[in-house]
């Protein structure tokens, strides 16, 4: 098991795959304890996004508007939420989500690479080795 310090991922579809640092907080815990994890992608507007069947809380903190390549938790919908740019509800070029989502940490890499993702693609997320 990776320490919280070092808490990667890599999250991988069809067209391709990127990883991500997750910072040490009680849902990236939870979510590293699933994994690996497979699911179905689906797509709303330039966010992916797709189910872990974990429930957790909203943490203090909890944003609905983030930086693209941000890795997020949906606890409305226990999803993990990838955007990577304007949603349907964003104003302008800002990435919000549908609610307020725990920050888990940022992808490493271009985030422009999640447009590869199509909707109903199998994706799996999983640990990476330190």
Not at 21 to 28: C, E, F, G, K, V
Not at 45 to 72: H, I, K, M, N
Not at 102 to 115: E, F, I, K
Request: charged residues 20%.
């Amino acid at each position: 098991m990776q320490t919280p310090a070092s808490l990667r991922i890599r999250i991988s579809w069809p067209a391709g795959h990127l990883t991500a640092t997750l910072d040490d907080s009680p849902t990236s815990q939870a979510l590293a304890k699933a994994l690996p994890l497979v699911s179905i992608a689906r797509t709303w507007g330039e966010e992916v996004y797709f189910d872990t069947s974990l429930a957790v809380s909203r943490e203090t903190g909890a944003q609905d508007v983030v930086e693209p390549g941000t890795v997020a938790f949906w606890t409305d919908g226990a999803g993990l939420a990838l955007p990577y740019g304007p949603t349907p509800i964003s104003q302008g070029d800002e990435c919000r989500l549908a609610s307020p989502c725990n920050v888990l940490g940022r992808l490493d890499g271009d985030p422009g690479l999640l447009a590869t993702v199509r909707d109903g693609d199998p994706v799996r997320a999983e640990l990476v080795d330190a």
